[in-house]
């Protein structure tokens, strides 16, 4: 690789030489395409053509055409998978941006000395092994022994069993599980965004007498759009690949309340051995994905990577 | 009040508001600590902190565990991914900013459309592919789906950093007489390295913390990694809450404690506008 592109210089591509000297420099780009290929593009092919497949007892596939959608779409599980993701979302997604904002906004314009580490220690939870995390909440819920009973019982909030064994809290004690290991990203994401603010901007604001309440709102928030188009984008692929927490704080349950895509594809597929439909659902996912994140990217101007500042 | 002192109270007022805050937050993580830190008689008492401390559970799990071969797993596949991201993802950045390859634009956008993918779709198509090139319970068999998944986004990255660099900076070498090769190791590489340094991090913690993909090709207990290793901890220390905290305090710690030492540079490397898209 070396000897053949110290033939082809730096500039070929720009100085539009024969192809045959240039078509070295491609090898650049050969790695990266190579993986793509590989682990993403075949696989996507072959889940894709999988979904129109049944296998039967004897291990034979056959074609079955839309088969395995129709099974998994009759599914009541599907619909509970569904109303889960969506909750997920249009809770987490939110609820993140706001606490995450509202502490960059204090971290970032009114500390000095003790920056850096409430930056830090906000985004520990981030760092932290989410399976670690999953059983420590576990404990936090429990009853009898966990603290969060206990402690909720003097401010009247009793409970007689844990939530995550409750079918009805199940899903929102995951989710407030999820938003606090993920707010510290959120916040970092606006960290950089106020810092990128140009001060021209902030001090013309504050000359027009915005200052306080009115700067954060008016000023500040407006211009921190691109970052909270890409925690939108972000924040749905986020929630449609949700798995480590439900898998082990409840396993999807109790009696599959907490189900989401990644416990149901996990189940069909590896417990239940029905690739069919695990690659039917696999499918759905994806293409919910691209479809919502395309729909984004063309209406809001959305970007696939965390943004800080508007490209100059 | 003079504005002075009124600025003084509001900055005491907002730093005792962030420092309960934080507080809060940080009760799971100092709860694990306390649990960790329980005579047996107290394992189960409903309150955040007991006393006294002691540091038995972590010398008993210490010595019943293999806990340091655990961690060499995740090492191994963990810095093998982040370097293959690196190198992999730098290289394409430079065939797409600076040699401005015939085609490159149609590549990078359709690898971007890997962001857009969740992990829980492709851990079914993964996990046949691994098995047919009989990679299950081979580190191989994570750090390349690992990398694959990673590239994209480390890619979009560099490649805003490359284009914002000096374009004189590149023609001068090539005048100079460097080849691709060199400009890409002696122009480029060195010009974004604060975008590099951010990258390596963010895999890092990607990559030491995925869980899905892990459980999957890992099934043999001497290939498991620190993040799917709780969960046998929670079956068999049961009855021995301390001893499980705190073999999780154990298995959390390393990269907490990565992090705090990296964190100025990972900041840095934001700030400079690694996440401009």
Redesign the interface.
Known sequence: MRAEAVRAGPAAAIERRPASRTSTLYLFALPATLLFVVFIAYPILWVAGQSFYVRSGSGTSSFAGLANYVTVLGDPTFWIVVRNMLLWGVITIPVQMLIGGVLAYFIERHTHALRGFFRTMFFLPVVTSVSVISLVWVQIYAPYYGIAQEYLKHVGFVMMTSPIGDPKMAIYALVIVNIWQWTGFSMLMYIAGIANLPSEVLDAARVDGARGWRLAMHVIVPMLAPATKSLLLLGVIGTLQTFPIVHLMTGGGPNRASEVFGTFIFKQSFVLGDTGSGAALSVIVLVVALVLSLLQIVTLGARLTPAGKERA | MTPLARSRL??TV??L??FI??GF?????V??LS?GLRTPAQA?????FTWPVTFDNFATVIRDNPLGGIFLNSLIVTVATVAIVV???S??A???A?????G?LF?YT????????????????????LRNFGWVNTYIGLI??Y???G?P?A???LK?FLE?APREL??A??VDG???????WHVALPLVRPALVFVTIWQF?VT??E??LA??VLTKAEMKT??????QY?GLYMAN?GA??AV?TL??LP??L???LV??AF?RG??A?????
């Not at chain 2, 189960?44 to 955040?48: C, G, H, T, V, Y």
């Not at chain 2, 600076?98 to 015939?102: G, S, Y």
């Open positions: 509001r900055s907002i730093h508001v962030l805050v934080l937050w940080m009760m799971p993580q709860y694990m649990i189960f008492d409903a309150a955040l190198a992999v993802a290289l394409f430079f065939a797409c600076i040699l401005r390859l015939k490159s590549l359709t690898l971007l459309t890997t962001l857009m993918v969740p992990l829980a779709s492709m851990v079914l198509p993964l996990a046949i592919l390349l789906p990398a694959a998944l590239v986004f890619m979009v990255i805003s914002d590149f023609e070498a090539r460097c080849n691709a090769w060199q400009t890409y913690i030491w913390n869980f899905f459980l999957i620190l993040t799917i290793v709780p969960m929670s809450p499980l905290f999780l298995i959390a990269l907490i990565l992090y705090v964190q100025r900041v934001l700030l506008g690694a996440v401009k898209g």
